[in-house]
């Protein structure tokens, strides 16, 4: 008899993720995830200035904060024909490559790893073979005996005092746990030292953008100005700093995450045969090195892997209306001609529906709809977007630097590559883009100096910021890569109003409900077969989920062309 | 309280603290809140004898940059924070436990703790059609908020989402996005409101809670005075250029690279309350004006419907502008001497040549507001 487990709230994520799994002999053999907060976004936009667009959309998410800025600016531009100055395409690189830095660290160490690292047991490790151990992996020089000592002082001193804060009720000393109690030491070292470093590589926003969270973006480039000879703009004090807090990201990433992803990795072996779900890859890819309108020249490549031949890269077309699709028949919304229809992002139509349980509920109903998350499909395909997606694209399209990271972390573990779709592939993919990421964000960075050298400043493409420059009408898309994976919006422009928005996330294709055809998205999906140990600490449910990185937010909006509120927006 | 927990100077000496760096300790916590020197001796006691405070942190509808804001903090470092100067016994984006297992120690610290608990919420409730549109459990948001709420001890609202309903409230509001305040009875709710608050405007607030066990000064609109008294505007160090009628017409054109005022492009700073030009991002590494780009009052009620961002506040030139700041500035308590920043506006405008030369004047800082 399958027995329903349901965890709600899910932690250690962005926003609101209930789980309702079904487990038989051990193993997860049913899920169904579904979105629990709406917000209306989409809505919201409609009438605005386009311009505008990017800071509403910024407000998706807080974690993979930018990356929304990014696809907006990037819509709009291409709804307008704006092509971008070579310098703003490399400020903007910067800053993608700044979140991805804290974005990946912070996901493993803060929202990951403690599915891997057993806090209580690092009490009882020997703060001298800790220190053997560290130095034997990385030359970090926080790795004295002293140091894991005092350590060990202080998180015994916070466990005895009885309130556990934010370990209170882990799953502490479950089976699952392999790590020597040394190296889950290492473990809590590093996720105190990855929460003070993460605070630094952040700022690389705030000097081209003036904050962080939620940087200012620019509709044809940035806002920030270059003169070296002005206090008051991007001179060689400001770049210093951008070039020092590139060195710091990337010490880190090279000395400490990616050290210890390996020596977590090594014990966790088994999970690169769990967890593998659907078995079709997708990325728009970004990170150009000829302007945006240059796809083929992207850091990260685009492109679809169906049925994990990596023989094969697929092409993908924003634009093509026979490709990316969004359905509802199992998410909280209604379509005026069937909910049985996919509908393209520039023709999308939604009404919110809510046909749910009414609050308090103990369970959902699974059998009909569940979600306020739709279901994005290319087509007519469920696909995994993400780290994992991104890396197996630029694997499959031959590119020489990923074949090599990829290559030589496998050799490392001494596992087959079969073992990259699975559970542990999709956490070390992560890490291993981290480290590429780290490497690129050094090119752009000698980049921008050179082309100032040069005596190119420019930082805006300012001809088509009038709106009575516009056309009447006008469509885009502008797609990106948040660290979560494959993200892009739609606009239509009517009168120099937003007529039309529509954001696919990279959560909404990873984290929705069923098809119309009954295929799972990929959460769903990567859960079958999961083990479970014991039902009332659902443990390893947690590293599979979080080895996607969710983020929940962002997935749930909704659109509106001819919905019930129209009558109430105001036209600005 | 735990009979077991520990005081925060004992929790330090266990970590190996010296006496004289829990005083210097004590210094800067107290300089974070902005007390003065005076009133040190309190906070070394406070913090001498204090148990760690329970906290419960709630998402509703937001995007957590509340919490990413929160983790920047560079004074005190997050970790000190939840490590030796909290107990954050709920969190869904940090805690360990999750499902069950984190409803668990929810309810244990509600019970426990009963009437001594700070809540600290991030995000707006809705309260269209039942509450559905946020749930947690199998529960509203709106069910949580009232559960949690009536045995608080205070409540902090966190960011524009909680404090004022943000991007989910604005126009045409879809699901009946409300915030706390409007929801709360009886509990006193602090608003601490920005797209997100600063970091260390966020841990300045607990720390201030934490040491003082009272509630900060609060404005008209219940934000802490020593954070939300200014505007932009008013302390905004391109200010003088403003004053001086010195503007960048386009972005990145030559006044941009001069770093003028950004007024015309469409800054918000003249309505906007916060601490941007004071403390800065990030450790005082920039804010928005400072690298180019006008505030968009993302601290303010309303302000997504307060747009279109790029368009500025007023016909220029003229000082309604200041008009339309001083009114609202009535409304929060915050009565600014009308006559006084008038008199500094033409008096430097008069200025406008020396300024623009770059000639510093001699007597006092541009902008300085008396003569």
Not at chain 1, 106 to 111: D, E, Q, S, T
Not at chain 1, 310 to 325: C, F, M, Y
Not at chain 2, 339 to 344: D, E, L, R, S, T
């Amino acid at each position: 008899m399958a027995n329903r487990i349901v965890v709600d709230p899910i932690t250690r994520i962005e926003g609101h993720l209930r789980l309702e799994v079904e487990v038989k002999d051990g193993k997860i053999v049913d899920a169904y995830s579904s979105g629990t907060m709406v917000r209306g976004f989409e809505l919201i936009l409609k009438g605005r200035d386009p311009r505008d667009a990017w800071a509403f959309t910024e407000r998706a998410c807080g974690v993979c904060t930018t990356v929304h800025a990014l696809a907006s600016v990037r819509t709009v531009e291409d709804a307008l024909g704006i092509t971008v100055p070579p310098n703003a395409e490399l400020v903007r690189n910067l800053m993608f490559c700044a979140q991805y830095m804290q974005d990946h660290v912070v996901h493993f160490y803060h929202l990951h790893a403690l599915d891997w690292v057993d806090v209580v047991s690092a009490l009882k490790a020997d703060p001298k073979k800790t220190s053997e151990i560290a130095q034997s992996i990385s030359n970090w020089p926080k790795s004295s005996p002293g140091y894991f000592s005092d350590l060990q002082k202080r998180l015994t001193a916070f466990v005895e005092s009885g309130q556990l804060g934010i370990f209170a009720n882990g799953y502490w000393g479950h089976s699952a746990y392999k790590l020597p109690a040394e190296v889950n030491l290492i473990g809590v070292a590093h996720y105190l030292e990855a929460l003070e470093w993460q605070k630094e590589v952040v700022k690389i926003h705030t000097i081209f953008g003036g904050k962080n969270p939620h940087p200012n973006y620019l509709v044809g480039g940035a806002a920030c100005s270059i003169n070296i000879d002005d206090a008051n703009a991007l001179n060689a004090e400001r770049l210093a700093k951008v070039g020092s807090l590139l060195e710091i990201a990337a010490e880190f990433i090279e000395k400490v995450y990616i050290p210890d992803l390996m020596a977590v990795a090594s014990f966790y072996k088994d999970w690169g045969a769990i967890g593998g779900g659907l078995s079709n890859y997708l990325a728009y890819g970004d990170l150009p090195t000829h302007g945006y309108g240059d796809p083929e020249h992207f850091k990260f490549p685009r492109g679809v892997i169906l049925g994990r031949d990596l023989s094969k890269v697929h092409p993908v077309d924003g634009k093509n209306d026979a490709e990316i699709q969004e359905f509802i028949s199992r998410s909280w919304y209604e379509y005026g001609s069937g909910d049985g229809d996919g509908k393209h992002p520039w023709k999308g139509e939604t009404k919110l529906k809510y046909t749910g349980p009414k609050p308090p509920y103990d369970h959902l109903d699974v059998d009909k709809k569940y979600s306020w998350l739709k279901t994005p499909r290319w087509k007519g395909n469920a696909m995994e977007v993400g780290p994992l997606s991104r890396m197996l694209v630029a694997y499959a399209s031959g590119r020489e630097e990923v074949k090599e990271v990829v290559g030589a972390a496998l050799k490392q573990l001494d596992v087959p590559v079969t073992a990259l779709f699975s559970t542990l592939g999709r956490t070390a993919a992560r890490g291993l883009e981290t480290k590429l990421v780290a490497g690129w964000s050094k090119e752009f960075y000698s980049q921008l100096l050179a082309n100032i050298k040069n005596g190119d400043t420019r930082l805006w493409a300012g001809e088509k910021w009038a709106p009575e420059t516009w056309p009447a009408e006008a469509k885009g898309v502008g797609m990106t890569e948040a660290p979560r994976g494959a993200l892009a919006h739609w606009i239509v422009i009517k009168d120099r109003k937003i007529e039309n928005y529509q954001l696919v996330v990279p959560s909404t294709w990873n984290a929705s409900p069923r098809d119309p055809k009954g295929q799972m998205s990929a959460y769903e999906s990567a859960l079958i077969g999961t083990p479970v140990a014991n039902p009332e600490v659902p443990l390893e449910l947690l590293r599979t989920i979080h080895s996607f990185d969710p983020c929940l937010a962002c997935a749930v909006h909704l659109y509106d062309e001819k919905g019930r509120y129209l009558n109430q927006v105001q036209v600005l | 309280m735990s009979e077991k927990a520990l005081t925060i100077w004992e929790q330090a000496q266990v970590r190996g603290v010296s006496r004289r760096d829990f005083l210097r300790f004590c210094g800067w916590m107290a300089a974070a809140a902005g007390i003065e020197t005076s009133a040190l001796g309190a906070v070394v006691k406070a913090l001498d004898t204090k148990p760690r405070l329970p906290v419960v942190w709630f998402h509703f509808q937001e995007c957590t940059c509340c919490s990413e804001s929160f983790i920047r903090s560079s004074h005190p470092i997050v970790s000190d924070i939840v490590l030796d100067k909290i107990s954050l016994d709920y969190t869904e984006t940090l805690q360990a436990a999750a499902g069950k297992q984190a409803e668990e120690a929810l309810h244990a610290t509600m019970t426990k703790y009963k009437g001594q608990y700070l809540m600290l919420v991030e995000g707006s409730v809705p309260t269209g059609e039942g509450g559905i549109y946020c749930c947690i459990a199998g529960r509203s948001a709106m069910d949580i908020l009232q559960e949690a709420a009536k045995d608080a001890k205070a409540i902090v609202a966190w960011g524009s989402c909680a404090s004022n309903g943000c991007i989910q409230a604005a126009n045409p509001n879809p699901t009946g996005a409300t915030p706390i305040h409007k929801l709360v009875e009886g509990k006193p709710v602090i608003n601490v409101p920005g797209c997100p608050p600063i970091a260390e405007v966020m841990a300045g607030t607990v720390v201030h809670l934490l040491t003082f066990d009272r509630i900060p000064h609060l404005d008209g609109l219940g934000r802490p005075k020593a954070f939300y008294s200014r505007r932009v505007h008013d302390t905004c160090y391109r200010r003088p250029n403003y004053d001086a009628g010195l503007f960048v017409d386009s972005f990145d054109d030559e006044n941009a690279k001069r770093g003028y005022c950004l007024y015309k492009v469409g800054c918000r700073g003249p309505v906007t309350y916060n601490s941007c030009g004071i403390i800065r991002w990030n450790d005082g590494v920039s804010y928005p004006i400072q690298s180019g780009h006008g505030c968009i009052g993302c601290s303010e009620a309303k302000f997504w419907d307060n747009g279109p961002f790029y368009q500025h506040l007023a016909a220029f030139p003229g000082f309604g502008i200041e008009k339309t700041a001083d009114d609202i500035g009535v409304a929060m308590g915050a009565v600014t001497a009308v006559g006084i920043a008038a008199h500094a506006v033409t008096t430097n405008f008069r200025k406008r040549k020396q300024i623009k030369e770059g000639i510093r004047d001699s007597e006092k800082a541009p902008g300085e507001g008396k003569e």
